[in-house]
């Protein structure tokens, strides 16, 4: 099985209209900087940013940054990121979720393999 010898970390931008998103995604009813959420052994998340637009619809646009530890099985790791994710999403219309610069529709799948192929970028470097 591959596992990575480094950490790994992606950078998650998630614009939602939805108020609840962010304690949902972290699992807490408080949020501030800095807070961490263990998604499985050696994935955690940890919110960034957090900023409210007030536009015709309040807009609510936060930073993430993941972490997938060193010695973990790649391929697990990701699918539970992904599958993670997808879920928190899912239920929400009008989310936009951005992985490293890179804008994706809001499906397991996809989710999945854009990690997969950043994961092969930051290999080949």
Same mark, same amino acid.
């Given at each position: !099985? *591959?596992?990575?010898?480094?950490? !790994?970390?992606?950078?998650?931008?998630?614009?939602? =209209? #939805?108020?609840?998103? #962010?304690?949902?995604? =972290?699992?807490?009813?408080?949020?501030?900087?800095?807070?961490?959420?263990?998604?499985?052994?050696?994935?955690?998340?940890?919110? *960034?940013?957090?900023?409210?637009?007030?536009?015709?619809?309040?807009? &609510?646009? =936060?930073?993430?940054?993941?972490?997938?530890?060193?010695?973990?099985?790649?391929? &697990?790791?990701?699918?539970?990121?992904?599958?993670?994710?997808?879920?928190?999403?899912?239920?929400?219309?009008?989310?936009?979720?951005?992985?490293?610069?890179?804008?994706?529709?809001?499906?397991?799948?996809? &989710?999945?393999?854009? $990690?997969?192929? $950043?994961?092969?970028? *930051?290999?080949? *470097?």
């Amino acid at each position: !099985m *591959e596992k990575i010898v480094k950490t !790994m970390k992606l950078h998650l931008k998630i614009e939602t =209209f #939805d108020p609840k998103l #962010d304690s949902d995604l =972290f699992e807490a009813t408080k949020l501030r900087a800095g807070q961490e959420k263990i998604i499985s052994n050696g994935v955690s998340i940890r919110l *960034e940013s957090y900023k409210l637009r007030e536009t015709v619809l309040p807009t &609510i646009a =936060f930073d993430v940054l993941v972490s997938i530890g060193q010695n973990v099985v790649l391929p &697990i790791a990701i699918s539970i990121l992904s599958n993670y994710l997808y879920d928190k999403l899912k239920r929400r219309k009008d989310n936009t979720l951005v992985i490293n610069n890179k804008s994706i529709e809001i499906d397991a799948e996809q &989710i999945k393999q854009l $990690i997969i192929n $950043i994961a092969n970028e *930051e290999k080949d *470097e």
